[in-house]
């Protein structure tokens, strides 16, 4: 039906969460359609993106400048660290506009299903920012399931001896929900009305 190269893209692109081989198709028959416009720079965009995304090493952000535009901005309030499980999630809290903190990703959250334990997280590094002088508050914006709960209490017994407020997110993020899925005023009201952990 068509040659290995478009075989191969249509591929690649099914791989993408939310696109299966259907989806992966027509994205490509609209990448063949507008090859000037749109499948050249594309291309050459990631290109370009691969070949300078860097890591954040303070907060674990991908950015294309180290350490990243939002570790790296002066107006950022510096005495409160946002954890998050990934980087998609400090993306879904900056779309809201409500937060103006320093973030740092865990990289996943405690699962015994998985096999994902406590080594596997960068729970060394929160600790040892959380432990810097001018650092009060860490919120905990984990995903509001099973895991993500178990990991927040996980952390706040890690953090007891820092001398910070621990608190999560509140209102507005259902159980069971991502928070790249929520709106940004449900993320606005969640990360207003948080609260501190019990026993933290």
Partial sequence: MHGAEIETLI???SRLPGMGPRSARRAVLHLLRHRDSLMSPLSKALE???????????CGNYDTVSPCSICAESGRD????CVVEGVGDIWAIERSRSFRGLYHVLGGV???????A??????????????ENGVREVILALDATVDGQTTSHFLAGKLKDCKVVVSRLAHGVPVGGDLDFLDDGTLMAALRARSALPGA
């Fill in 110 to 116: 405690l699962s015994a299903l998985d096999g994902v």
């Fill in 11 to 13: 591929r690649l692109l």
């Fill in 118 to 131: 406590p080594e596997d997280l960068a729970v060394v590094p929160l600790v040892a920012r959380a432990s």
């Fill in 48 to 58: 370009v993106a691969a070949d300078r995304l860097k890591t954040c090493p303070e």
């Fill in 78 to 81: 510096r005495s409160i660290i």
